[in-house]
């Protein structure tokens, strides 16, 4: 006689049938039997690995991770109530930035969900308008078919989270049914033929076109055919910060034109100025608002996406073409074969680029001697990083500085939150890097702030021997990215400071490698250590951020 199922099972089928590997999470009461099945399967069942963490919103963070590294969705599982409501940044977080995840959380026994029960909350009301999905289980019967569309509304064309709630007594449900296998995923076709046809010629008259790519447009396939495309017919690429590597090191020179994505002064902002004709591939206006690079309201836009844009006063394009990006840019290609950027627009591209490589060069000492340059921490972490290495940074002045100018030539090397702008996911994004891709070093890039966000995380490193190296942009206690637009704004700032840590003496007490820059001439040398070194690592680098203010020296005042 078999042994009997439970909900659990059914919920651990249902993973196992949607190719789920791994399963991240925190443990409760309401929802020990699926964790029961996570670690102790029935002889025959399959279950995903299961990954405990520090914390929920860590736990989120890394299932996000684990989506856009891999394109496949991530999985995090938590308790109730608090449980839940741990995962509330995480789940914003997914959906804002295109990451297809799907959580489960615990709930009371469902005689107990409209009583005042210990752990008792509307979790399902709590998700809906942060998730592409969100449903409460009331029937075991039910698991498979709520947690199969749950999949299926995460991966959708605009991926995002979806939010499962598993009452306690149907995760303890005796069932006699299977789960469901996996239903093939609704695959689109291109964007209209005629409309492609249509664009074609735009670009073929036009002067200077320029394709601004998105985090959409950073998929396997799409980057695949966007690179035959550039191959064929050389055009000048602007990427969002979540685009970031979309351009391979052998395109680099003809096509990649920097990044946008926080103040209009960079040069994909000067080139976008002057383009006659802006396509935007996979381009999501959370990314980077159109208020901010189309300001004056007088580009010639064209979208090209998996989803009808959201309409905005300075995002009305000509012309929406909407369908699987990889096969619409696979005809365009062919449809523009041939076409040459006139000698003007070829002049202003060689001025672009000019202005993109002098921007890489520091241009002042640091206020004092023990501190680093922002561009010489920079340029000293691109010696060390190679193309299979994949570095996360976090929210903070140092990202402003890595996503201008850190060089990525591979998609989704370099994970950037940019949608939310979300503090603590450089820890936790490097380790799933780490996890998924064993093979290369894992880096993150962090202030001391954002970092100790998620710093409890080192443990979980430490426990799995992760090796990854994890670089705290220091610069003495300060939630810098905030404190110097204060000080733009009003002329000082409030709220920002904050106690040191010792990080060396903090990465010790977990048994990780703790190191420190004394001193500008000890920075590569100091790195050349953390990253020889097996097991994860935290790099302390005194920064000098006196010269953010150049940064956002053309701050536009809808974004402070």
């Known amino acids: 006689m078999s042994e009997q199922k439970f909900g659990a099972d059914i919920v651990t089928q249902s993973l196992i049938n949607h190719d789920v590997d791994i399963a991240f999470g925190i443990p409760g009461a309401k929802i020990d039997r699926l964790f029961e099945r996570f670690d102790h399967p029935q002889a025959g069942q399959k279950t995903p690995k299961l990954l405990v963490a520090r914390h929920e919103q860590n736990a989120a963070f890394m299932a996000q991770a684990f989506s856009r590294i891999t394109g496949k969705t991530g999985v995090v599982v938590a308790t109730s109530g608090p449980g839940v409501g741990n995962l509330v940044t995480g789940l914003m977080t997914a959906t804002a930035e295109n990451d297809a995840v799907l959580a489960i959380g615990g709930q009371v026994p469902r005689k107990d969900l409209n ?224 076409y040459e950027i006139p000698a003007a627009g070829k002049a202003v591209l060689k001025e672009m680029k000019a202005d993109l490589e002098a921007a890489s060069k520091p241009t002042y000492t640091p206020a004092e001697a023990h501190l680093n340059h922002p561009l010489d921490v920079v340029e000293a972490i691109q010696a060390h990083v190679t193309d299979d290495m994949t570095v996360s940074t976090d929210i903070g002045s140092h990202y402003i500085w890595m996503a201008r100018h850190f060089k990525s030539y591979v998609a989704r090397h370099f994970l950037i939150s940019n949608g939310m702008q979300t503090l603590g996911v450089g820890l936790p994004w490097a380790m799933t890097a780490a996890m998924v891709r064993p093979n290369a070093k894992s880096v993150s890039v962090s202030g001391d702030g954002g970092f100790f966000f998620s710093a409890m995380e080192l443990e979980t490193a430490v426990r799995l021997n992760l090796d990854t190296v994890h670089i705290v942009w220091n610069d003495n206690a300060h939630y810098d990215m905030v404190k110097f637009q204060e000080e733009m704004k009003y002329g000082e700032c409030a709220g920002v400071k904050f106690g040191n840590i010792d990080l060396v003496k903090y990465a010790e007490s977990f048994g990780a490698k703790g190191l420190r820059v004394e001193s500008p001439d000890q ?35 809808s974004e402070g």
């Open 523 to 557: 920075l590569n040398a100091v790195l050349d250590e953390a990253f020889a070194t097996h097991g994860p690592v935290v790099v302390d680098v005194p920064v000098d951020y006196t010269h953010n203010y150049e940064l956002g020296s053309q701050l536009i005042e």
């Open 115 to 338: 009583r005042l029960t210990h752990q008792s909350t509307d979790s399902v009301s709590l998700f809906k308008s942060i998730t592409n999905y969100s449903a409460e289980i009331q029937d075991a019967n039910n698991i498979s078919e709520i947690i199969a569309n749950a999949f299926a509304a995460a991966n959708g064309p605009k991926k995002g989270a979806a939010f499962v709630s598993l009452p306690q007594d149907v995760d303890d449900a005796p069932v006699s049914i299977d789960a469901l296998p996996e239903v093939p995923a609704a695959k689109q076709g291109p964007a209209s033929l005629a409309d492609l046809k249509w664009l074609a010629e735009q670009i073929k008259n036009a002067e200077l076109p320029v394709l601004l790519v998105g985090a959409r447009g950073s998929d396997d396939a799409t980057v695949e055919a966007l690179h035959a495309l550039l191959g064929d017919t050389k055009l000048p690429v602007v990427e969002t910060f979540q685009g970031a590597g979309v351009i391979s090191r052998d395109l680099e020179e003809d096509s990649y034109f920097g990044r946008i994505g926080l103040f209009r002064n960079q040069t994909g902002d000067k080139l976008l100025s002057k383009s006659d004709l802006v396509v935007t591939v996979g381009y999501d206006a959370i990314e980077y608002e159109p208020r901010n690079w189309n300001k004056e309201n007088t580009l010639n836009i064209v979208a090209l996406d998996t989803v009808a844009v959201e309409i905005d006063n300075n995002y009305v394009p000509k012309r929406q073409l909407v369908g699987d990006l990889a096969q619409s840019l696979s005809i365009l290609a062919d449809d523009i074969k041939g």
